[in-house]
C-alpha cells in the first residue's frame, strides 16, 4: 500500500514538528569560537550521550537564558526588589 503524496507530507510535517519546539523552526548558523579543552569535553560528553555537540550546546544556551530569565524576575523591573 503506497502513501500518497499529501498524506506522506503531513505525516512528515508532524514528524519534523515533533523534533523542535517551535513550529516554524529554522535552523541558523552561528559561528564563534571556545576553549579547546571545554570544546574537547564537550565532544566526549555528546558520544557518551548519543547526541550531538551542538544539542549538548543548544541545551546549555537554553538552561543559561531560563537562568538569567529567573534573576530578571526576581530583582523586578529595571532591577527594583
Sequence with gaps: MRMSAVRFRAVASRISASYTEAPFFSPERFTTTIDGDLLQKIKILAIYQKCSSNDLMEEAIKDLLKKY??????????GQN
Design 69 to 78: 530569565e529567573s534573576q530578571k524576575k526576581e530583582r523586578g523591573p529595571k
